[in-house]
Each structure stands twice: as structure tokens, then as C-alpha cells.
């Protein structure tokens, strides 16, 4: 069988960075020095050819620029390769791979994103182990030839994940992602194991993928808290230019009960600001009108995220407003899921 061919898009990251004798910091470094801290890379069986970022970055640089660069790569590069990898710090990560899912619609081929918590060069990096996996999971066929993976993925840590579902919770271990709400697509240990849930959204059917690149940048992430009063959240919902806010609130979707606040939520909602409630805990999910803490959300207009992570929220608002579709559409795109990122 011929080998698959992988394109690996390096963006920068703790992965390939080497230490500044004189400062200490870590700082971005060639892809040659990445690659040859992995010897044996060859005898994975695919055809490898590497996309370098002209200014390696450490992720927290990373945004909606760095992400339309990476979605125009691949769909300029689509019909040459059979799956793509892509090199990324952690910090981010998570950001990238939600913005990527939703910016790739009809994808029929793997995404597959990962990083290191240590530099491949150091002796006890976990980067080797996450290049290899990624590298033999973008590579993976079933018995037709088909590619195990089609859509947007992140593997860290030895398990494989919907990118869109993670987030980051550790800086120090090297399982630094939890999908809280959505099972592992696969886990790495003497075997690849693949684990089949529900596919990514709707499937491609040989449809022509599309890069969308128009993505709205005036959207916030308000994290709700006590003692956060209504004045308070009126400047920030006044803010010259918002478009969207994704209101992070408490257990199931809960804020405070005031009056003023909700008014000034509504308020919000009739200006044309689409507000989108997710929760800040880790896992479960908005239930709005569980609890009558909810209920003045609801009336105000506020669309639930269900069991969406804040990344994939932040960045499915951000595509959804790029469509430029009508308010009442938008809200009803926003709380559908589109690519597998929320369970209604
Ligand atoms: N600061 C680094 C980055 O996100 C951290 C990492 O890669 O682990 O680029």
C-alpha cells in the first residue's frame, strides 16, 4: 500500500523550542532541530513534508491571523495530502483547534494538533511521544483505505480528543487537556485504540472543503463573579464595536438575580449583541431555568451553550458572526451544535 502522505504545519510552541543560555527563557526554534530529536520518524510509514511558520511563536501570540494562515495552508494544500499535523504551543491550543473546526467545514481529512509540555530536545520530553502518535493517528486507514480521523483533533498525553471539546488545565502535567464532557477519540498505549463517537457534524459526502476566513474579532469573554454589578457589566456590554459576548456563569448556567443586571443584558440583546451562556465549570452543562437564577437570562435573550468549553464558545462566535447572517439566525446557529462541539 502506497504510504499516506502528512503535511506538519509548525506554528511554534514549547516544542521545538531550545533555552537562552544567557536569559534561561524558552524561546521558538527551527524545525530541523525538532526533527532530527526524532530519529526514527521515518519508519512510520508516511510521506512527511513540513509547513514552517516564517515566525515561529509561542501560542499565547496565537489568534484569529495565525488560525486563517493555518486554515488557508490546508485548503491550499488539501488535495496533496491525506492528513495534516499541526505543531502548536499548549497555552492556546485549545483556542486553535475549536477556531480550525469551525473554519473547516466539509472536512474529510485528519487535523491533527499537538505540542509538548517540554522541548523535544530535553531528555524527558513527552514531544516525541505526542509527534509520533499524532503522526501515526493522521496516518491511520480502516480496511478501505478511509482515514480513521476526519475532522479536527488534538492528541496529548497519549489520548486523542475532538479539538473542539478540550481545554487546558494543567501547566505542569503531561496530560494537560481535559475533555470533561466528550469520551476520547482514541488512546495511544501498547496498540492505537480508536473509539467511535458521534461523527464531527455533518459529513462531507465528497462536498469540496471550504476555509471560511471572515471571522468577527468584537467578541468578549465575561466571567461572571460575585460582587459583579450591573454598572459593571453595562460598560463592558457598551463597549464601542461589541458584537458578541460569551457569558460565563455559574454551575448550570446560574448569575445573579437582580433586576438591573438581566436588564442590562437585555439591553444588550436589543442592540444586536449575541450573548451565549456557558458554564465555568469543567464539566456538565447550562440548563437555563434549572434554577430560577437562570430564568432572567432566558427572558433577557441570553442563548444557552449547553456543554460548550469557553474556547470552543469564544471561537464559534467568532465564525458565526464572520457568516454576517440575521440576529435571530445567528442566535439559532450559535446554540446548534455545528461541529460536534456541544451536546443539546
Ligand atoms: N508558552 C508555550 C506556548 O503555548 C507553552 C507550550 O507550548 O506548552 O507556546
Redesign the pocket.
Known amino acids: 500500500m502506497k504510504n499516506r502522505r502528512i503535511l506538519i504545519i509548525y506554528t511554534?510552541?514549547?516544542?521545538g523550542?531550545v533555552q537562552d543560555p544567557e536569559t534561561g527563557s524558552?524561546s521558538?526554534f527551527d524545525f530541523q532541530n525538532l526533527i532530527e530529536a526524532v530519529p526514527g520518524l521515518s519508519s512510520i510509514g508516511a510521506d512527511i513534508e513540513a509547513y514552517c511558520f516564517e515566525h515561529l511563536?509561542?501560542?499565547?501570540d496565537?489568534g484569529p491571523d495565525g488560525w486563517i494562515h493555518i486554515a488557508q495552508v490546508i485548503e491550499k494544500r488539501y488535495a496533496d495530502f491525506d492528513g495534516f499535523v499541526v505543531l502548536?504551543?499548549?497555552?492556546?491550543?485549545a483556542y486553535t483547534a475549536s477556531a480550525l473546526s469551525f473554519m473547516l467545514e466539509n472536512l474529510d481529512k485528519p487535523v491533527i494538533l499537538t505540542?509538548?509540555?517540554l522541548p523535544i530536545g530535553v531528555l524527558r520530553s513527552d514531544g516525541k511521544d505526542n509527534l509520533i502518535n499524532a503522526l501515526e493517528m493522521a496516518a491511520a486507514t480502516d480496511e478501505n483505505g478511509q482515514a480513521l480521523l476526519r475532522e479536527v483533533a488534538v492528541v496529548f498525553g497519549s489520548r486523542l480528543f475532538r479539538g473542539n471539546r478540550i481545554t487546558k488545565f494543567s501547566a505542569e502535567s503531561f496530560s494537560?487537556f481535559v475533555s470533561a464532557n466528550f469520551p476520547p477519540l482514541a488512546q495511544s498505549g501498547v496498540h492505537i485504540k480508536w473509539y467511535c463517537p458521534a461523527p464531527a457534524g455533518h459529513p462531507a459526502d465528497g462536498k469540496r472543503l471550504v476555509a471560511h476566513t471572515d471571522l468577527e474579532v468584537n467578541v468578549l469573554i465575561v466571567k461572571v463573579h460575585p460582587g459583579m454589578s450591573a454598572g459593571t457589566l453595562g460598560l463592558i456590554l457598551n463597549t464601542p464595536g461589541l458584537k458578541g459576548v460569551v457569558l460565563a456563569t455559574y454551575g448550570s448556567g446560574n448569575a445573579p438575580t437582580s433586576p438591573a443586571f438581566a436588564q442590562t443584558l437585555a439591553d444588550a440583546v436589543k442592540r444586536g449583541i449575541a450573548i451565549l451562556n456557558v458554564t465555568q465549570c469543567t464539566e456538565g452543562a447550562v440548563e437555563m431555568g434549572k434554577y430560577a437564577a437562570s430564568n432572567p437570562l432566558k427572558a433577557a435573550g441570553v442563548v444557552s451553550g449547553y456543554d460548550m468549553t469557553t474556547e470552543a464558545a469564544v471561537t464559534k462566535m467568532m465564525y458565526v458572526l464572520g457568516l454576517r447572517r440575521p440576529f435571530e439566525e445567528t442566535r439559532r446557529l450559535l446554540s446548534t451544535p455545528l461541529r460536534g462541539e456541544m451536546t443539546v
Do not use: C, R, V, Y
Open positions: 511554534g510552541g514549547t516544542i523550542m524558552l521558538p511563536i509561542d501560542s499565547s496565537m502548536h504551543g499548549t497555552d492556546t491550543m505540542g509538548s509540555q494537560a
